[in-house]
């Protein structure tokens, strides 16, 4: 369980997560053999606004 608003005035340290939070899910996906879907745009978006 992370606490997000511990991190939410570090924009930089946001942005981090996101990334880690997005290349974990795609991991666990690709090590059980199950589809992921994640919209690029909305990272991208996510990303930006940090």
Avoid: Q, R
Avoid at 9 to 21: F, H
């Amino acid at each position: 369980v992370i606490n997000m608003d511990a991190f939410a005035n570090d924009k930089k340290l946001m942005g981090l997560i996101a990334m880690y939070l997005f290349h974990k899910l795609f991991f666990e996906a690709k090590e059980h053999n199950k589809p992921f879907f994640y919209s690029l745009m909305k990272l991208k978006t996510t990303l930006c606004i940090l």
